[in-house]
């Protein structure tokens, strides 16, 4: 299963979802959507931006687990 840890590492270094939205210029509820992982079909687009933005890679916002 791959689950997105935005809201860990957004709060890990208090960073707030609208601070995200406005660095990436990605609409507010597109972050909130990624935040509280509710996103069924990833965009690479905004993947690329909030890495851009939060200068981390991919894997610091991404896990991968084997159980369903």
Not at 12 to 30: D, H, M, N, P, S
């Amino acid at each position: 299963m791959v689950r997105l840890t935005l809201d860990k590492y957004l709060d890990k270094r208090g960073i707030t979802r609208y601070e995200l939205a406005k660095r990436t210029e990605v609409k507010f509820q597109t972050i909130d959507r990624y935040y509280k992982n509710q996103v069924v079909r990833f965009d690479s687009y905004i993947l690329d931006r909030i890495c851009a933005a939060l200068d981390c890679d991919i894997s610091d916002i991404i896990e991968y687990s084997m159980d369903n």
